[in-house]
Structure formats: C-alpha cells, structure tokens
C-alpha cells in the first residue's frame, strides 16, 4: 500500500500525544491526561491539577 500523497506529506496537525487542554487551571498542558470527575464526566488535566485535585487518569483505574 503506498500513501497516495506521496512522502513528505504530512498532517497538517501532528498527532502529538499529551498535550491537552487542562480542564482544571483552563490551559494547555503537555501532561494533560483523560480523568472522569464526581460526576462521570471526561476532562483532560494536567499532572499538578492532578496531584492537586487527587485525580486518577482513566487510562490507569483498574
Ligand atoms: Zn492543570
């Protein structure tokens, strides 16, 4: 299979990982994760806000 725009294109936004906007101090963060609040919601928050807040990623409840 051959990328039908040829090399040297590239995605006008890079899939960059962890970068999010932080739902908690309303910034971006490069170490934003997915958390759920009390309520069951999905908001990304970065890793001071998290610590801040005792909030756990979804990516590692059990
Ligand atoms: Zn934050």
Request: charged content about 15%; overall charge neutral.
């Amino acid at each position: 299979m051959q990328h039908p725009t040829g090399p040297g294109s590239r995605p006008t936004v890079p899939p960059v990982i962890g970068i999010g906007w932080c739902a908690w101090h309303q910034a971006y963060s490069a170490t934003a994760r997915l958390v759920q609040d009390a309520e069951g919601a999905a908001y990304f928050a970065c890793n001071s806000c998290r610590e801040a807040y005792n909030l756990v990623p979804v990516a590692d409840r059990p």
